[in-house]
C-alpha cells in the first residue's frame, strides 16, 4: 500500500471515530436536556467532556494526517534528491545478487535512515516484511553476539535456547517465502572489535547456512544494512567491498559511497526537475533559493530536508519522526 493510501485509510478510520463521538456528544446533551436531577445531570456532564477531550485528541491526529498527505509530493520528490552514487551501487546489487550486507554512513544529520528508506524501495515487495531491527545502544546487544542470535529468534518465531544452527536454518526456510532484511542501528555505541565479531559470528554463519544455489533468479533477498549514524566505522580497519567485482564474496559488507554534504548545483538540478510539485515561489528565483537553503543548512542533508520543507508551508517537526524512521 502506498504512503498516500495508507495515510488516507487512517484518516477514514479516524473520522469514523470522530463522527461516533459527536453523535454520543449529541445525545448526552440531548439526555440532558431532559434530565431533572442534579445528580444525572453532573454524571452527564462529566461524560460529555471525557468524550469531548477524546475527540479534539482524534481531530488533531486528523489534522496532523491531512497535513502529512499535504506533504507527500514533497517527500516523493526528495526521495529523488542526491544518494546517486548509493543507489546505483545498490540497484547493481540486487540485479545481480541476493545476499549482501551494506554499510551506510556519513556524520549526523547526513540522512543515513532516509538514503536506506530509498534503497529498501528498490527491493521488489519489501514493505510486505517489515525490517528486522537492532538496536546496538542496548547493552546485551553491543556486547554479547549470543544476545544478536536470541533477538533474531525470537523475530523470526524461533522457540527461546534454540542453537544458532536451529536459527540460521529457520531464516534459510523463511527466504523461501519472504525477504530477511536486519538493520543494525547505532554502530557508534560499538566498537571496532565487536563490529569484526559481529561479521564474523553473526553474518557469516547466516551466510554459510544459505544455499550457494540462491542465484540473481531468486524472489527473495537475504540482506543486512549496518547504519553508521556518526561517519566512525569509515576509519576501522575492517574488511569492506568498495564495488562488486569478481573477488566479491557475500560475507563481506558493501561499504556505499559516504554521504556528503548537498552542493549548489544538485540543488539547482534538483529543484528545476521539480518544478511542477514545489511552490511558485520556490522556484521563481531558483538560483536564489538555493543559496537561502544552503547558508541556513550549510548543505547537511537533513537540515536541507527541513529548510524545503518549512519553505513549501510543511511542518518538518511533525513530519521527521515518519521520514527519518523506519
Not at 488516507?8 to 445525545?27: N, W
Not at 526521495?79 to 540486487?94: G, P, S
Not at 510543511?314 to 515518519?322: G, H, I, S, V
Request: hydrophobic fraction near 40%; charged fraction near 25%.
Amino acid at each position: 500500500m502506498s504512503s498516500v493510501r495508507h495515510l488516507q485509510q487512517k484518516r477514514e478510520e479516524l473520522q469514523q471515530h470522530y463522527d461516533a463521538f459527536s453523535e454520543k456528544i449529541k445525545l448526552l446533551r440531548n439526555q440532558h436536556a431532559i434530565e431533572a436531577g442534579a445528580s444525572v445531570a453532573f454524571q452527564l456532564d462529566k461524560e460529555i467532556e471525557r468524550i469531548e477531550v477524546e475527540r479534539d485528541r482524534l481531530l488533531k491526529q486528523i489534522q496532523i494526517i491531512e497535513r502529512s498527505c499535504k506533504s507527500e509530493p514533497i517527500h516523493s520528490e526528495l526521495f529523488r534528491l542526491n544518494y546517486i552514487a548509493q543507489v546505483q551501487l545498490f540497484r547493481e546489487f540486487i540485479t545481480e545478487k541476493r545476499i549482501g550486507a551494506f554499510l551506510v554512513h556519513g556524520s549526523p544529520e547526513y540522512g543515513q535512515i532516509w538514503l536506506l528508506k530509498r534503497l529498501l524501495q528498490k527491493i521488489p515487495e519489501s514493505t510486505v516484511t517489515p525490517p528486522i531491527t537492532f538496536y546496538l545502544s542496548r547493552r546485551a546487544l553491543r556486547t554479547d553476539i549470543a544476545a544478536l542470535w536470541r533477538e533474531l529468534g525470537r523475530r523470526i518465531g524461533v522457540q527461546d535456547f534454540s542453537s544458532h544452527e536451529e536459527i540460521a536454518r529457520n531464516v534459510v526456510a523463511q527466504l523461501k517465502t519472504q525477504h530477511i532484511i536486519l538493520v543494525f542501528h547505532d554502530l557508534d555505541c560499538i566498537d571496532e572489535t565487536y563490529l569484526h565479531e559481529l561479521i564474523r559470528d553473526f553474518w557469516l554463519p547466516l551466510v554459510n547456512s544459505t544455499p550457494q544455489t540462491i542465484c540473481s533468479s531468486n524472489e527473495f533477498f537475504l540482506l543486512m544494512f549496518l547504519l553508521d549514524q556518526d561517519g566512525c566505522v569509515n576509519t576501522w580497519n575492517l574488511e569492506f567491498a568498495d564495488r562488486l567485482d569478481l573477488v566479491w564474496k557475500p560475507h563481506i559488507p558493501i561499504r556505499l559511497p559516504i554521504i556528503d554534504t548537498l552542493s549548489e548545483q544538485v540543488l539547482v538540478n534538483w529543484m528545476e526537475n521539480a518544478i511542477d510539485v514545489l511552490p511558485i515561489q520556490m522556484t521563481k528565483k531558483i538560483d536564489y533559493t538555493v543559496q537561502v537553503i544552503l547558508e541556513k543548512s550549510e548543505g547537511i542533508p537533513e537540515r536541507v530536508f527541513a529548510q524545503i520543507f518549512g519553505l513549501c508551508g510543511c511542518n518538518w517537526q511533525e513530519e521527521e519522526t515518519r521520514w527519518l524512521e523506519l
